[in-house]
Each structure stands twice: as C-alpha cells, then as structure tokens.
C-alpha cells in the first residue's frame, strides 16, 4: 500500500519559518517526482513546490518563489518543504504528492497525502 504522509504542520505567526516533512512508502519511487500543493480556506488546491528524482529541477509557484525551498533525501524516502517569512495568506492544508514526472499539474500526481494544517496568525 503507497502512503504518503506529511507531518510539521501547526500555528505559527506572521514572519515565522516552519518546515514540513512528507515521508512516502509502499513502492519504489526511484525517478518519480514529489510536489507540494496546499487548500486555503475557502479555495482550490494549487501548486506550491516541486523537485525532481534527483533533486533538480524545483519549481515553485510565484507567491512562495524566494521564501520556501523544497529539498528531499532519496535514502529516507522524505521531501521537506522549508518554509520561511510566513504569512497569513500562506495559511492551509498542505499536501504532498508523488508524480512519475515533474509538473506543476495536480493532475500527474497519482498518490496523495490526507494533508497537514498550517495556520499563520497573530
């Protein structure tokens, strides 16, 4: 059974960093890419991050380009999202996910995480 599972999620305020964790397991995941979407309140799910198999290439979405890096470690099965400068705006549920190629598209990402909450408030 493929899981995802993303972990670090919680309150922080404005200007706060917070990093997040996904952890995958149940196949191989050799060459696939991992991404990070999130859900704001009220909103569609949209694209935040990616990263190759390799680690290269990352894209990001414009609104987070600069403040979030994505990073992973293929030898533990983990992509971290490191996220900094946050903002009220930034508040969500994040989800990672796993696609076989790399894309901004939610549509080529085939397993999905049940998500984590990130609150950013004063």
């Known amino acids: 059974q493929v899981v995802l599972v993303e972990s670090g999620g919680r309150l922080v305020q404005p200007g706060d960093s917070l990093s997040l964790s996904c952890t995958y397991s149940?196949?191989?995941?050799?060459?696939?890419?991992v991404g990070w979407f999130r859900r704001a309140p009220g909103n569609e799910r949209t694209f935040v991050a990616t990263?190759?198999?390799?680690?290269?290439?990352?894209w990001y979405a414009g609104s987070v380009e600069g403040r979030f890096t994505i990073s992973r470690d293929n030898a533990k099965n983990t992509v971290t999202l490191q996220m900094n400068n946050l903002s009220p705006e930034d508040t969500a549920v994040y989800f990672c996910?796993?696609?076989?190629?790399?894309?901004?598209?939610?549509?080529?990402?085939?397993?999905w995480g049940q998500g984590t909450q990130v609150t950013v408030s004063s």
């Open positions: 996910a796993a696609a076989p190629v790399t894309s901004r598209d939610e549509v080529q990402y085939r397993y």
């Open positions: 990263i190759a198999w390799r680690g290269r290439p990352t």
């Open positions: 149940g196949r191989s995941f050799n060459g696939w890419a």
